[in-house]
């Protein structure tokens, strides 16, 4: 339970990041912020497995890049869902994906698989 919540807490991080940095994101109010990330969760959890199987083909012939355009169509997909929630169009959905990615990365790379933040020392 504990890991869910700290991964609901690192997407809500990268959204607000998302919004703060990316001119075409307008999230509004907290509790929004909050449904939002748990909204996405969900979507990564459900429907982008299977948009990448289905997709695999035109992502092997990108390498990969792909992938990009499926994660912005997952925060698209959040944004149309919630009424508070707006992105203005794919490239601003598409940099938001990536925020939002990148503060996960960073995030979670600092905390680690236990959720307990690692320092990185020598022993």
Partial sequence: MVGFLIRWAVSTLGLWVARALVPGIRIEGAGTLWLAALLL???NAVVRP???VFTFPITLLTLGLFLLVINAAMLGLVAALLERF??????SA??????VSLVSWLVTSSIGSSAQIELFVSR
Avoid: T, Y
């Fill in 50 to 52: 299977l948009l990448v």
């Fill in 41 to 43: 969760g969900f979507v």
């Fill in 86 to 91: 707006s992105i203005d169009g794919f490239w």
């Fill in 94 to 99: 598409l940099a938001g994906a990536l925020v």
